[in-house]
C-alpha cells in the first residue's frame, strides 16, 4: 500500500482545513488507518485512528471534539477534518495504514502501522 497525504496549508486561529489520504493497491478495507503529527522539537504523536469497518474512532485528548477522521472505501481515501485549529495544531501531518485482523480494531502506535504516507505541513498562525 502506498499513501499519499494532501490538504496542508497555513491557516489563521480558529479555521478549518481537511486533509486526505489516498490509498494505492488492494483490500483498502483491510487496514486500519491512522493520523499522525509531529511539531518541530517535539516527538511524533498520535492524531486519530479509524477501525477497517469504520465502527471504531479514537482521538487524541487534544484533537477530541474539533478534528474528525473518516474514510472512503470505495475511493480508498481517509480523511481527517480539522476545526477549530490552534497554533499548537501546526505540524507535519502523517498518515498510515495497517492490515487488522479485527473490524474494530484501531491501531494507536507509530510503529504497529505497516505503511506510512510522507508528511503535509499544517500552520496555524495566531
Known amino acids: 500500500v502506498q499513501l499519499q497525504a494532501s490538504g496542508g496549508g497555513l491557516v489563521q486561529t480558529g479555521g478549518s482545513l481537511r486533509l486526505s489520504c489516498a490509498a494505492s493497491?488492494?483490500?483498502?478495507?483491510?487496514?486500519?488507518m491512522g493520523w499522525f503529527r509531529q511539531a518541530p522539537g517535539k516527538e511524533r504523536e498520535f492524531v486519530s485512528g479509524?477501525?477497517?469497518?469504520?465502527?471504531?474512532?479514537t482521538y487524541a485528548d487534544s484533537v477530541k471534539g474539533r478534528f474528525t477522521i473518516s474514510t472512503d472505501n470505495a475511493k480508498k481515501m481517509l480523511y481527517l477534518q480539522m476545526n477549530s485549529l490552534k497554533p499548537e495544531d501546526t505540524a507535519v501531518y502523517y498518515c498510515a495504514a495497517k492490515a487488522t485482523p479485527g473490524w474494530a480494531i484501531v491501531p494507536m502506535t507509530w510503529d504497529e502501522y505497516n505503511y506510512r504516507g510522507q508528511g503535509t505541513q499544517v500552520t496555524v498562525s495566531s
Open positions: 493497491g488492494r483490500s483498502f478495507s483491510s487496514y486500519g
Open positions: 479509524i477501525s477497517r469497518s469504520g465502527s471504531t474512532t
